[in-house]
């Protein structure tokens, strides 16, 4: 019996695992192995929206002004790199607190008056937690990108 | 008649060279000396490097600094100003691993050049002293940083983000 009351605590501390030193440390270098080069960078981009249009379809009308409803035209293109380079950003300074909130307070005044709703960014975030897999394999930390995931996604949105 | 030949040869050389700039060889050569050291993995070289690129250019030209009030340049350490040389070094980051999709990079640099057309004060010749300053910098960290693909490739970008640019 206390055994398996161990167990349930352990289970519930690892799933609901902190966004802490080590966590982001192994979410930043997940990430730069996903995150890749040139046109393998493009195409893991192209593979998060499908992901993202898939789950919201209706999302694509967020997207009118960079051509979101062809994922390959060079203008989504060019703004897929452009997000993804934001992600990368935030991301890169999970290990600096101060410079990483000021990056997210900048990025939370780009995102102020596009009147996005709240949901969107969960579905981003399951879309990422589709991709990155998708390029690492079995070594994907779930709860380390959940908890980080969502430092960054509540930064951007606050 | 000969020396004649001789400058032809010379004109065609440094003609074809100049049809050649920033080739598939190059990217490639770039892309591995510059993410060396700006992998996700690395927050302080990102920073450290940035700041020296600024450090540099606000050496060689003091009044590019006023460009940057907004940022906080006053106090490079800062957390507003390191934020802001990681976005400098991601867009650069990002144009360069679009090298090899020229549509994509092409619709990006339209976008940075809308961005920086709206910055009173930005010059062409601005990017022209920072590529001086990266030369300077990037050296120091990348071991056999290779100057010949760097420029090229650099000046491609540059030329795309501030040809519209009061010289």
């Known amino acids: 019996m206390l055994?398996?009351?161990?167990?349930?605590?352990?289970?519930?501390?690892?799933?609901?695992?902190?966004?802490?030193?080590?966590?982001?440390?192994?979410?930043?270098?997940?990430?730069?192995?996903?995150?890749g080069f040139s046109t393998?960078?493009?195409?893991?981009?192209?593979?998060?929206?499908?992901?993202?249009?898939?789950?919201?379809?209706?999302?694509?009308?967020?997207?009118?002004r960079v051509h979101g409803e062809d994922v390959h035209s060079p203008d989504f293109q060019a703004h897929s790199m452009r997000v993804m380079s934001g992600l990368d950003q935030c991301i890169?300074?999970?290990?600096?607190?101060?410079?990483?909130?000021?990056?997210?307070?900048?990025l939370n005044g780009q995102h102020d008056d596009r009147q996005i709703p709240s949901n969107y960014y969960d579905v981003f975030g399951e879309a990422l937690f589709q991709v990155v897999p998708a390029q690492l394999g079995r070594c994907f930390d779930?709860?380390?990108?959940?908890?980080?995931?969502d430092v960054i996604a509540q930064g951007i949105k606050a | 008649m000969k020396i004649l030949a001789f400058l032809a040869l010379v004109a065609l050389f440094a003609y074809a060279h100049a049809d050649c700039m920033c080739s598939a060889d190059d990217i490639k050569?770039?892309?591995?000396?510059?993410?060396?050291?700006?992998?996700a993995g690395f927050t302080g070289k990102r920073v450290a490097i940035m700041?020296?690129?600024?450090?540099?250019?606000?050496?060689?030209?003091?009044?590019?600094?006023?460009?940057?009030?907004?940022?906080?340049?006053?106090h490079p350490d800062s957390p507003e100003f390191k934020a802001h040389c990681v976005r400098i070094g991601n867009g650069l980051d990002m144009a360069l691993n679009e090298l090899a999709d020229p549509a994509t990079l092409d619709s990006a640099l339209h976008h940075l050049a809308d961005q920086h057309a709206r910055r009173e004060g930005v010059r062409h010749a601005h990017f022209m002293f920072m590529e001086d300053s990266f030369d300077r910098v990037l050296p120091q960290v990348i071991?056999?940083?290779?100057?010949?693909?760097?420029?090229?490739?650099?000046?491609?970008?540059?030329?795309?983000?501030?040809?519209?640019?009061?010289?």
């Open chain 1, 142 to 149: 779930s709860d380390a990108w959940h908890a980080c995931f």
């Open chain 2, 143 to 167: 071991p056999h940083f290779n100057h010949d693909a760097w420029d090229s490739c650099y000046e491609k970008i540059a030329e795309g983000i501030s040809s519209g640019l009061p010289a």
């Open chain 1, 40 to 64: 393998d960078r493009e195409a893991f981009g192209t593979a998060l929206w499908k992901a993202i249009f898939a789950q919201a379809p209706e999302a694509r009308d967020l997207f009118k």
């Open chain 2, 51 to 74: 700041q020296a690129v600024f450090a540099d250019l606000f050496a060689h030209h003091a009044e590019a600094e006023e460009l940057f009030t907004r940022v906080n340049v006053a």
């Open chain 1, 92 to 106: 890169s300074l999970l290990d600096d607190e101060a410079t990483l909130n000021a990056q997210l307070a900048h």
């Open chain 2, 29 to 39: 050569v770039v892309l591995e000396n510059w993410e060396s050291v700006w992998g």
């Open chain 1, 3 to 35: 055994k398996i009351a161990a167990v349930i605590l352990l289970c519930a501390v690892a799933c609901n695992a902190d966004c802490g030193t080590l966590q982001r440390l192994k979410v930043k270098s997940q990430w730069s192995e996903a995150f």
